[in-house]
T-cell receptor, first 114, second 114 residues
Framework: AQTVTQSQPEMSVQEAETVTLSCTYDTSESNYYLFWYKQPPSRQMILVIRQEAYKQQNATENRFSVNFQKAAKSFSLKISDSQLGDTAMYFCAFSSGNTGKLIFGQGTTLQVKP | DAGVIQSPRHEVTEMGQEVTLRCKPISGHDYLFWYRQTMMRGLELLIYFNNNVPIDDSGMPEDRFSAKMPNASFSTLKIQPSEPRDSAVYFC????????????FGQGTRLTVV
């Protein structure tokens, strides 16, 4: 069975600084997808970034980038130039096959301080 | 498209009452998912459908929970009878499937059973 682990329950960062959120996963699948979702206080689940396992290049979306280490089964999220609006809970998620079914980590609460 | 629409956004009910949560997925999406979010267990998949057919209901906690998808544009999650430990945020999500595995979430229903 696949599992996703986020070992940092809470983190904080100063506005404009860079922060990295950690995620590890376990799977025997060779082809899969990894995601980071953001959940602000409004509780809406917002996709931040996705990575396809067969792509070696790390995904980037503006200030958000990932460090995907397939052999180590690690998928960390780097947020550059942190903004107050980045304050939220962040979930790492795994999906295999083509269904969109997600397995989530426990989440990391990120607070960006002014 | 308006995205995944869930109703109600908030529901407060008394223990023993029947509760029905509703979801309208994004048009054209083949997969529909029901997730539950609690502090203790995080985000967990309850059940998912493919083309209106339930595929995996192994996450449904007990017989008090049931889900239906009578057509491609509507799904319900019913709890009967409800208990205080069912208090949680329930999310519905949909995915186009095939090569695009991104799941799109509704805004969730916060259920409180008193």
């Amino acid at each position: 069975a696949q599992t996703v682990t986020q070992s940092q329950p809470e983190m904080s960062v100063q506005e404009a600084e860079t922060v990295t959120l950690s995620c590890t996963y376990d799977t025997s699948e060779s082809n899969y997808y990894l995601f980071w979702y953001k959940q602000p206080p409004s509780r809406q689940m917002i996709l931040v970034i996705r990575q396809e396992a067969y792509k070696q290049q790390n995904a980037t979306e503006n200030r958000f980038s990932v460090n995907f280490q397939k052999a180590a089964k690690s998928f960390s999220l780097k947020i550059s130039d942190s903004q107050l609006g980045d304050t939220a809970m962040y979930f790492c998620a795994f999906s295999s096959g083509n269904t969109g079914k997600l397995i989530f980590g426990q989440g990391t609460t990120l607070q960006v301080k002014p | 498209d308006a995205g995944v629409i869930q109703s109600p956004r908030h529901e407060v009910t008394e223990m023993g009452q029947e509760v029905t949560l509703r979801c309208k997925p994004i048009s054209g999406h083949d997969y529909l998912f029901w997730y539950r979010q609690t502090m203790m267990r995080g985000l967990e998949l309850l059940i998912y459908f493919n083309n209106n057919v339930p595929i995996d209901d192994s996450g449904m906690p007990e017989d008090r929970f049931s889900a239906k998808m009578p057509n491609a544009s509507f799904s319900t999650l019913k709890i009967q009878p409800s208990e205080p430990r069912d208090s949680a945020v329930y999310f519905c999500a949909s995915s186009p499937g095939q090569k695009n595995t991104e799941a799109f979430f509704g805004q969730g229903t916060r259920l409180t059973v008193v």
